[in-house]
């Protein structure tokens, strides 16, 4: 059994290793960036389309609600995830 965590351990390593290497690669390299949109961190996402905010639809994205219910039903959501994490974390 402490031969397979080991391994695992191992594993985890190399793969997180070459995970961060390539990422570092790719950023150094310039991977994938449009030198014509370069907006720094932005310019990997949706800089890269030229005029994306008129390749959607915007107004089907309207909000029925008023601002203030979307704020308490965020809030409420916070809650109950903490006080769901609270009673996992007493049984343990």
Do not use: T
Not at 71 to 80: P, Q, R, S, Y
Request: aromatic share 18%.
């Amino acid at each position: 059994m402490a031969h397979r965590k080991k391994a695992a351990g191992i594993a985890l390593l190399l793969v997180g290793g070459a995970i961060l290497a390539a990422a570092v690669y790719i950023m150094v390299r310039r991977i994938g960036l449009n030198p014509d949109l370069d907006f720094g961190a932005g310019a990997y996402y949706y800089a890269d389309i030229p005029d994306y905010e008129h390749r959607f639809n915007w107004d089907s994205y309207q909000a029925r609600l008023p601002f203030w219910v979307y704020v308490v039903l965020f809030l409420a959501w916070g809650a109950l995830m903490y006080w769901l994490w609270k009673v996992i974390d007493r049984r343990k």
